[in-house]
Structures are given as C-alpha cells and as structure tokens.
C-alpha cells in the first residue's frame, strides 16, 4: 500500500485515506471534477439497457471529442476479470441499438464530432479504486479499446487530494475490430492540404519541445481532428484542425481562468462549456509559442488540481 506525504513549510504531513462511501458518490464526484474526464461529455446516467443477460444500467453513457460513444462503469470496490462480462454486455447493447444512443444524443447539446450511427465506435473506461493487474491480460481479448482507471481519495485537514492512476497502455494491448481508424501525420496528409499538414506537423514539434524544456510528462495522442497532450488520462491541451488548411490551440481550463488570461495578436474562436476548454485560431505557424506560456501554464496546473 502506497502512502500519500505532503511537504509544506519543510514539514511531512501524511495524507489520511478518504474511500468514497459510494458508488453514487464515486459518479457524482466524476461528474463534478470534470478534469477527470474532460474530452468527455456525459449523455446519460443509469440508463435501462436491454442486454443479452437482461435489463442492465450502465453507469453513465457519454460521447467523446471524437464521437465515440464511452460507456463508464464505476466501482467502489477493487475489480478484477470478473467485470468483463458486465462491460462487455453494456458495449453490446450499445452497438445493436445506435438509435438508442443518438437519442440521448440529440437531447443534449449537440456539440463537437457526431458518431458515426452506421459504424458506431464504442470505447469502455472503468474507474475503481483498484484494478487488479491480472484483468489487464484479459481485456486485450476483447474487441473494444478499454481504459482502465484507478482513483483515490486523500485528506489533511481540509485540503483534498485525488491520485488517478491509468494502467499503462503497454500493459495490454487492445484490439478493435470495429473498423477504428489509425491517425498519425500520414492520415493528416490524406484528409487535409499537403502544405498544411506540413505546417501542423512544425506546430507540434514546437509544442513537444515546449513541453520537454519544461519538464512535463505528457503524452501525445493522435485523433482524427487533432492532437492532444495527456497528463496521464486527462486532456490537458492541445491542437485541432479547423477545416482542410487551418488549425488551431485548445486549452482545458475554467472560464472564469480563461477570462483573465489575454494573448495580443491570438484569434479567439470561443469556449467550450462541454469540454471546458478556450479554443483559438492559428493564423500563421511562425507565431512565437512562448506567448502562450500563461495558457500552457494555466491548463497544466488546472488538470493538475494546482
């Protein structure tokens, strides 16, 4: 078992475990933190699905920045191999019943990439406050991407802390076999101008420096319509395309932090209240990237709970 220490005014203070009595109160704290899941809007919660073992509640149902659709199951207890078959009858579901879905969809705001409802890509996130190692051999045996979530709560005092944990990526390797595309640059060139691509690509390297000077352990992942940069399962920032030529930043941070923050000769496209993210335009990839320090900053430390 691992400890939690917080160093203030050359004092250790130890952090005193704080398990979420529930599982309601585990989903109502995933809902209100979105820095948990923010590339993901949540449609529904406790919907009745007819499954192939009978009527079923998934967790929550939500579609994410790229139009999957993420069904979430939460646990308060350490799960193991035993919960496949229960995520995998929600997947199921959701996959022989599109119309289902996009009914929860059209009764929300409509914002960000439709699903595909003829080739509906299903992703599975599991949150519990421990996953055993062994249930990472099994997933990679099913035919959906799966992450996996550990979540921790910690007191001192009045001061709260949240230890998120994702299994590795290399610990096991999923397997769709739903017709999931691959993005990289190469994907890029296909769908976007050749020249712009080119652009896009002088853009990210900027970035990953930016990040390297700055010592941030991010991870880059490629989606269809941009790039972002991951401080473990949250989305911190990143760029997206615009259109066939032009792209754009995106920053994760409150509106009420976005308002204070203003960069001279940045285009301002709006925020985005589902995603919780400031978005702008980049008119020209010469641009000096250190201006944008206070929004780099500002998103990191938002995502970190800073």
Known sequence: ???LYWKKDKKILAATETPFKTEEELERYLLDTRGILSDIYILNRQVRARAIS??????MIGVDSEGTIVIIENK?????????????????????????IKNLWLEADQEGAEPEWDNLQIRIIIVAPEIKQHLAKFISKIGYPIDLL????????KDEFIVLNKIEA???????????????????????????????????????????????????????GYIGFKYGFPLVFGIQWLGSKSFGFFFKMPKSKMKKII??????????????????????PDFD????????LASYKYIRGE
Not at 54 to 59: K, M, N, Q, S, V
Not at 263 to 282: N, T
Request: glycine content about 6%.
């Open 150 to 157: 550990e979540i921790k709560k910690f007191n001192i005092g």
């Open 54 to 59: 009978g009527i079923e509640i998934p967790d």
């Open 170 to 224: 290399n610990v096991f390797t999923a397997k769709p076999v739903h017709g999931k595309k691959s993005y990289d640059i190469g994907y890029y060139a296909k769908e976007h101008n050749k020249e712009s691509v080119k652009k896009f690509e002088q853009v990210i390297n900027r970035v990953e420096s930016f990040i390297r000077k700055n010592g941030w352990k991010l991870e880059k992942k490629f989606n269809q």
């Open 289 to 296: 990237i250190k201006k944008l320090t206070p929004l780099f």
């Open 263 to 284: 960069i001279p000769g940045l285009e301002f496209r709006g925020y985005i209240d589902r995603w919780s993210q400031v978005e702008y335009k980049i008119n020209s």
């Open 1 to 3: 078992m691992a400890n």
């Open 76 to 100: 308060n207890v350490p799960v193991d191999e035993k919960i496949i078959s229960q995520v995998l009858n929600y997947a199921l579901w959701a996959e022989a019943n599109p119309d289902s």
